[in-house]
């Protein structure tokens, strides 16, 4: 069934994968290779990303995507030592509503109310205060965009809190190009998710990996399933990072896209849109009625991101160009 509604609610890559992706799933569809089991622990896989990280394949565990990566990470948290979560408010929502099913506590660290920047040293001494065991933070932050913590901030949080396992959720870090997966051979309180999701275009093919110390990647494999990812989804994940031309493509595109797409969005007179490291943007609207223009939207088949405790805000993600370009005539239309 044709779906014609206009997503801009997802944090996706519009384009979707390379053709070399879809040419690897073709080929490993026709070859019947799905009548055996794959490797059980994405072997091939592991050494890519190790090559493409600069580091060890014991560095990586592959999940079904970044999320299953923290729920393990979560429930082994659970296991060992159920302990407190400390993560800044807002975030991935998603992932803080798991946090706080496997933690014994959630403390959420505000961010600044007015360009939702982070304060690294509220943030430990919070982590100091509550003795969190486990830190989630996304860089760059979903819903606001925004990265929250740069090279001296992650040095001194990791230095000045080494009990606390600092989860940095990097889904959307080749939009902005800073990554912290390099630094897990030296730290071992830091564990990095990275996904096969946004950049990569390959959400509904489920990868994902956790990177992390060799000694605390090796607690996480221990309880990893075997085959826990399908052997399809990891050829085409495969594919995906030995193309790193059409990523670099891909990337230019959406970031020109993002430009063009928030200088028109800026435009609007009820909006105030929030500057983005990622694809998607996070939006004030003021002096209009949030719910009259969600359903002007809905009216005509417009999907955007809504949470609710965040009212007067929508996410929005750069779509295809003549996508913004319909969902700006369709915002110009609205009548505050
Ligand atoms: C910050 C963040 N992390 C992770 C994910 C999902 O990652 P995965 O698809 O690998 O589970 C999302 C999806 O929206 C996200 O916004």
Same mark, same amino acid.
């Given at each position: 069934? *044709? =779906?014609?509604?206009?997503?801009?609610?997802?944090?996706?890559?519009?384009?979707?994968?390379?053709?070399?992706?879809?040419?690897?799933?073709?080929?490993?569809?026709?070859? *019947?290779?799905?009548?055996?089991?794959?490797?059980?622990?994405?072997?091939? $896989?592991?050494?890519?990303?190790?090559?493409?990280?600069?580091?060890?394949?014991?560095?990586?565990?592959?999940?079904?995507?970044?999320?299953?990566?923290?729920?393990?990470?979560?429930? !082994?948290?659970?296991?060992?030592?159920?302990?407190? %979560?400390?993560?800044?408010?807002? @975030?991935?929502?998603?992932?803080?509503?798991?946090?706080?099913?496997?933690?014994?506590?959630?403390?959420?660290?505000?961010?600044?109310?007015?360009?939702?920047?982070?304060?690294?040293?509220?943030? #430990?001494?919070?982590?100091?205060? @509550?003795?969190?065991?486990?830190?989630?933070?996304?860089?760059?932050? /979903?819903?606001?965009?925004?990265? !929250? #913590?740069?090279?001296?901030?992650?040095?001194? !949080?990791?230095?000045?809190?080494?009990?606390?396992? +600092? #989860?940095?959720?990097?889904?959307?870090?080749?939009?902005? &190009?800073?990554?912290?997966?390099?630094?897990?051979?030296?730290?071992?309180?830091?564990?990095? !998710?990275?996904?096969? @999701? *946004?950049?990569?275009?390959?959400? &509904?093919?489920?990868?994902?990996?956790?990177?992390?110390?060799?000694?605390?990647?090796?607690?996480?494999?221990?309880?990893?399933?075997? +085959?826990?990812?399908?052997?399809? @989804?990891?050829?085409?994940?495969?594919?995906?990072?030995? =193309?790193? =031309?059409? $990523?670099?493509?891909?990337?230019?595109?959406?970031?020109?896209?993002?430009? /063009?797409?928030?200088?028109?969005?800026?435009?609007?007179?009820?909006?105030?849109?929030?500057?983005?490291?990622? /694809?998607?943007?996070? #939006?004030?609207?003021?002096?209009?009625?949030?719910?009259?223009?969600?359903?002007?939207?809905?009216?005509?088949?417009?999907?955007?991101?809504?949470?609710?405790?965040?009212?007067?805000?929508?996410?929005?993600?750069?779509?295809?160009?003549?996508?913004?370009?319909?969902? %700006?005539?369709?915002?110009?239309?609205?009548?505050?």
């Amino acid at each position: 069934m *044709k =779906d014609e509604t206009f997503h801009f609610e997802a944090a996706i890559n519009p384009y979707g994968c390379s053709a070399k992706v879809v040419e690897a799933v073709e080929r490993f569809a026709r070859s *019947k290779q799905y009548r055996f089991y794959g490797e059980p622990d994405a072997a091939s $896989l592991r050494e890519l990303l190790a090559a493409h990280h600069n580091l060890s394949p014991e560095n990586f565990v592959v999940f079904n995507g970044a999320g299953e990566a923290l729920a393990w990470t979560f429930l !082994l948290n659970l296991v060992m030592r159920p302990g407190r %979560l400390i993560a800044p408010h807002p @975030s991935y929502e998603r992932f803080v509503e798991a946090g706080k099913r496997y933690s014994a506590e959630l403390i959420e660290v505000p961010l600044d109310e007015q360009n939702f920047s982070l304060s690294v040293n509220e943030l #430990i001494d919070a982590c100091r205060t @509550s003795r969190a065991t486990l830190g989630l933070v996304s860089n760059p932050n /979903n819903p606001s965009g925004n990265t !929250l #913590i740069d090279e001296a901030g992650m040095a001194k !949080l990791l230095d000045d809190t080494p009990d606390c396992l +600092w #989860i940095i959720d990097e889904a959307y870090a080749d939009y902005a &190009g800073l990554s912290f997966a390099s630094w897990v051979q030296e730290r071992t309180n830091l564990m990095v !998710l990275r996904t096969f @999701s *946004k950049a990569y275009g390959l959400a &509904g093919l489920r990868v994902g990996c956790a990177v992390a110390h060799a000694s605390v990647a090796q607690k996480l494999a221990r309880v990893r399933l075997p +085959w826990a990812v399908n052997s399809m @989804s990891l050829a085409a994940a495969q594919a995906a990072i030995e =193309d790193q =031309d059409y $990523l670099k493509e891909i990337l230019g595109r959406i970031r020109n896209d993002c430009e /063009n797409f928030y200088s028109e969005l800026c435009k609007i007179p009820f909006f105030h849109v929030h500057p983005t490291a990622a /694809n998607f943007f996070l #939006i004030r609207l003021s002096g209009i009625e949030p719910s009259r223009l969600k359903k002007h939207l809905a009216a005509h088949r417009i999907q955007v991101r809504s949470r609710p405790d965040m009212p007067e805000y929508i996410r929005i993600t750069s779509m295809l160009p003549q996508e913004n370009q319909h969902l %700006l005539n369709v915002l110009r239309e609205f009548e505050p």
